[in-house]
């Protein structure tokens, strides 16, 4: 009886090990960009023990990207939530993807905001012509912001190494 207690506890544990973090550690339903210094709790320089301690292991890793990037979808197959970009095992880009609902700046900027909001809350900044979107570069001591907008709307937020392509 002893033994069979034993082992429901461990099983009952294991499985509450494997679900929690899961739900504890995904890329925000409601993130957070705070320009220069992290987006939904991610941060340049962070190792990938780290990004996976922050939004989970729950993750698909891009086949066809020059860097090793992993994608942080709400649902499978379905592009919105996050990403990140590994330079040296190290987050080196964070952004987010297809306007994912609920993300927001530090100073309460959202995505879906009129472009024109962007520029009067940031003031000018340099725009970088991407694929099929623009960038809207805040530059800062070691990192840059990226406001990312499409058809005058604000469409996502990205974090990259100063100097570097804001484009994802």
Same mark, same amino acid.
């Given at each position: =009886?002893m %033994?069979?207690? &034993?082992?429901?506890?461990a099983?009952v544990a294991?499985?509450a090990a494997? #679900?929690?973090?899961?739900?504890? &550690?995904?890329?925000?339903?409601? +993130?957070? #960009?705070a320009?220069?210094t992290?987006?939904? $709790?991610? *941060?340049?320089? =962070? /190792? !990938? ?6 939004w989970g292991?729950s993750? $698909?890793?891009?086949?066809d990207?020059?860097?090793? /990037? @992993? ?5 499978p197959?379905?592009a %919105?939530g996050?990403?990140?970009v590994?330079?040296r095992? *190290?987050?080196? %880009?964070?952004? /987010?993807? @297809?306007?994912p609902?609920? @993300?927001r700046?530090?100073?309460g900027?959202?995505?879906?905001a009129a472009?024109?909001?962007v520029?009067?809350?940031? $003031? ?7 694929a ?9 001591a !070691? ?5 990312y ?6 469409? $996502?937020? +990205?974090? /990259? ?8």
């Open positions: =009886m %033994q069979h207690r &034993a082992r429901l506890c099983a294991a499985t494997l #679900l929690t973090p899961a739900a504890a &550690a995904a890329p925000p339903e409601a +993130g957070v #960009l320009p220069g992290s987006l939904g $709790g991610v *941060r340049l320089g =962070m /190792t !990938k023990a780290d990004v996976r301690r922050t292991s993750y $698909g890793r891009c086949r990207c020059d860097r090793e /990037t @992993w994608y942080f979808n709400y649902r197959f379905t %919105q996050a990403g990140v590994f330079e095992g *190290r987050v080196d %880009q964070a952004f /987010t993807v @297809w306007r609902e609920g @993300w700046t530090a100073r900027l959202v995505l879906g472009e024109a909001e520029t009067r809350l940031y $003031g000018p900044l340099e725009r970088r012509e991407c099929g979107y623009a960038a809207l570069v805040l530059p800062a !070691k990192a840059s912001t990226a406001f907008v499409h058809e005058g709307e604000l469409w $996502g937020f +990205g974090l /990259t190494r100063r100097g570097e392509s804001p484009c994802v």
